[in-house]
């Protein structure tokens, strides 16, 4: 490199630049944050820490952060309305007994 160029460089001659360490980590924990939201959070958290620690900021960390938690909370609200709506069933079943009933405008059948 020519001496002019140097000067034209933005950054000090024999200075290295640094990348983001946690860059690509975060882009995957973004993907993954939508895919398997638990594993794309705990990825994301790895690449925000990661960056943050090399002085940078992983916006796609960030991101993935966000997702990943909502999602997490969503599927974990998901689960437990699932979860209440099948004991709700097998006690109903256990008050009725096996067969079809009419419960209200439901049909239930027990087996």
Not at 17 to 23: A, M, S
Not at 61 to 74: Q, S
Request: charged fraction near 10%; include cysteine.
């Amino acid at each position: 490199m020519s001496d002019a160029q140097l000067s034209n460089s933005p950054y000090a001659p024999g200075v290295a630049v640094q990348e983001d360490p946690g860059r690509t980590l975060g882009v995957v924990g973004l993907v993954l944050s939508v895919v398997a939201n638990v594993i794309g959070l705990i990825v994301s958290i790895i690449a925000f820490r990661k960056s943050k620690q090399a002085g940078f900021n992983n916006m796609m960390a960030k991101v993935g952060i966000v997702i990943g938690a909502v999602t997490t909370g969503f599927g974990l609200l998901m689960g437990g309305i699932g979860i209440y709506a099948a004991v709700h069933l097998a006690s109903t079943c256990s008050d009725l007994g096996p067969g079809v009933h009419q419960v209200g405008t439901t049909t239930v059948t027990c087996g």
